[in-house]
C-alpha cells in the first residue's frame, strides 16, 4: 500500500487475542473453531401484503 492510495486495502488476519497471523494460520483456526459444522441453506420467501 503506497502513501496516497485511498483504494487500498489493507488485509490483515488475526487471532482471537488480535495478533497478527497469517492466511493459512487464519484458515486453520476458522477449521478448529467450527468443527465438523455443516453449513446452513436458506431460501428467500417473498412477503406479501
Do not use: C, H
Amino acid at each position: 500500500m503506497e502513501p496516497g492510495d485511498e483504494n487500498a486495502v489493507a488485509k490483515d488476519f488475526r487471532n482471537q487475542d488480535w495478533e497478527t497471523i497469517s492466511e493459512k494460520q487464519y484458515e486453520e483456526e476458522v477449521k478448529e473453531l467450527l468443527g465438523d459444522a455443516a453449513s446452513e441453506k436458506f431460501e428467500f420467501n417473498k412477503v406479501s401484503q
